[in-house]
């Protein structure tokens, strides 16, 4: 897990599902240095995707799962998270 990685579920806990590009836009406008090309936070939902912790729920909208909220909550240890095959 990276920054950014916190910072996206974050925002998709707060303001609901979302395409990269909208996520890095706000993430951009909200500020603290979160200046992020759309490709690498379309990445990095992919690998969040991958652990569980967001949902692709139509042509690339995400949206955050019960695991990505558990660890926002400190509830998950993100070391414990095995990413799916594929």
């Known amino acids: ?22 996520i890095r836009d706000q993430l951009a406008e909200i500020g603290d240095g979160m200046d992020y090309s759309s490709q690498h936070v379309s990445n990095r939902c992919r690998k969040l995707r991958d652990y569980g912790l967001v949902t692709n729920i139509a042509s690339g909208v995400y949206s955050i ?22």
């Open 1 to 22: 897990m990276v920054e950014l990685d916190e910072r996206i579920l974050e925002f998709l806990e707060e303001y609901g599902n979302h395409p990269p590009g909208a």
């Open 65 to 86: 799962t019960e695991t990505g909220r558990s660890f926002l909550a400190g509830d998950l240890d993100a070391s414990t998270l095995v990413a799916a095959d594929g």
